[in-house]
Structures are given as structure tokens and as C-alpha cells.
């Protein structure tokens, strides 16, 4: 079973500023990697597939890099309606495991 | 629009049952597998179930084998998840997911993973 090491566990940025969250793979996974938000009381959304591709409808603020055991995603100029829970899951294996989720704060 | 509606959520007492349903909708609902993915307070997201799209093929974590059973209603584009012998370690926010790709089995390697999910229904297993 693949093992998703998600940081930070939490952060705080200022509107405008470019947030970085990473997740790592405790094997190769090559693209197989989601992102997605999730608000408190809300569905998650899907926002990055297959590590680098913009889910249509998201946002272009967000972008996701990676392949293999390290990805990334991206909030370039984050806005306050970028508050919330992001977390990865892979798919590469059975069954999906996920990143222990990242709680993104706006100042 | 695929919406995905989760019920049934409950305080019951260690030993208990519960049976929680997902309402979807926005979809062919006979053509996807689904799963059942939940968060403990504190924790991070843990699959827990999944069943094809007929209906006649389940799979389940470790930590539930024995215990809960997934199945759907493709006439009512209903998906169910019975939890038997709940433990405290069963407390938490219990989801559906659909998955992105039609036809699969959940067990298909490179899935693409789901594309929905619903909000969650709260299961609390406490004295």
C-alpha cells in the first residue's frame, strides 16, 4: 500500500501571496495523483488529475506539478474563497490512499 | 450536475449497527463503481469500501472486513453501506465518491480516482 506524506499540515497566507503544498509518495507512482478542496460542510471538490491537469471549471490559479514519489500543488495569487482542506489521493494501487491534508488559512 | 447525498449518520452505542444510504443523482448511476472513504476527527481520509457498478463485485479494508457491507440499488440510484459490530474507531465522517471512469472495478489499478463526492454523514460510536 502506498504511503502519501502531505505538508504542511497547516498554513496561513496573505491574499496574493503563491502557496506551495507537497506530497510525497512512499513509492513510484508516476502521474497517478488528485487534488482536491474540500470546504467545512461541503463536498470535495476536484481540482488537479493525473498530477498536472487542470480539472475543467477550476480555477487557473491552481496548478499541480510532480511525477513519481514527489507533486505538488500550486495557488498562485490565492484568494480568501481559496480557504480550506486540500488533500491528494493516489490511484496508482489498490486501494486509493490519501495525504493527511493540508488546512489552508487566509489572513 | 452530480450530487451525491449521504444519510444515516449517527450516535450508537459500541456493538451497534447503522445503515447509511447515498442518494446520487446528475448521472448514469448503473455505469460507475463508488466507494465509501471516511475521516476520523483528527485524521486523515481512509478508503473503506468500494462495489462495481453491478453490483456483484465489493472489496473492503482491512479494519471493516466482516463487519460492514456495501451494495447499491441500481433502480433507485442508491448506494448503502451496513456497519456491523461498530467500534469507537469506526467514529467519523463517513463519504461517497464516484469514480471518474466508467466501467471499472474498484480494484482497477490507475483508475483515475473519483471525480465526485458527497459532503459526508457523521457516525459516532460512543457509550
Known amino acids: 500500500e502506498t504511503t502519501l506524506t502531505q505538508s504542511p499540515a497547516f498554513m496561513s497566507a496573505t491574499p496574493g501571496d503563491k502557496v506551495n503544498i507537497s506530497c510525497k509518495a512512499s513509492?513510484?507512482?508516476?502521474?497517478?495523483v488528485n487534488w482536491y478542496q474540500r470546504k467545512p460542510g461541503e463536498a470535495a471538490i476536484f481540482i488537479i488529475q493525473e498530477a498536472t491537469t487542470l480539472v475543467p471549471g477550476i480555477s487557473p490559479r491552481f496548478s499541480g506539478s510532480g511525477y513519481g514519489t514527489d507533486f505538488t500543488l500550486t495557488i498562485n495569487n490565492i484568494e480568501s474563497d481559496d480557504a480550506a482542506y486540500y488533500f491528494c489521493l493516489q490511484h496508482d494501487d489498490f486501494p486509493w490512499t490519501f495525504g493527511q491534508g493540508t488546512k489552508v488559512e487566509i489572513k | 450536475e452530480v450530487q451525491l447525498l449521504e444519510s444515516g449518520g449517527n450516535l450508537v452505542q459500541p456493538g451497534g449497527s447503522l445503515r447509511l444510504s447515498c442518494a446520487a443523482s446528475g448521472f448514469i448511476f448503473r455505469n460507475y463503481a463508488l466507494t465509501w472513504v471516511r475521516q476520523a476527527p483528527g485524521k486523515g481520509l481512509e478508503w473503506v469500501a468500494g462495489?462495481?457498478?453491478?453490483?456483484?463485485?465489493?472489496h473492503y479494508a482491512d479494519s471493516v472486513k466482516g463487519r460492514f457491507i456495501v451494495s447499491r440499488d441500481n433502480s433507485k440510484n442508491t448506494l448503502h453501506l451496513q456497519m456491523n459490530r461498530l467500534r469507537a474507531e469506526d467514529t467519523a465522517l463517513y463519504h461517497c465518491?464516484?469514480?471518474?471512469?466508467?466501467?471499472?472495478?474498484?480494484?482497477?489499478?490507475?483508475?483515475?480516482?473519483?471525480?465526485?463526492w458527497g459532503q459526508g454523514t457523521l457516525v459516532i460510536v460512543s457509550s
Open positions: 465518491a464516484k469514480f471518474l471512469v466508467p466501467g471499472l472495478s474498484p480494484t482497477t489499478l490507475k483508475n483515475g480516482g473519483p471525480d465526485s
Open positions: 462495489i462495481n457498478a453491478g453490483g456483484d463485485g465489493t
Open positions: 513509492q513510484d507512482i508516476d502521474d497517478d
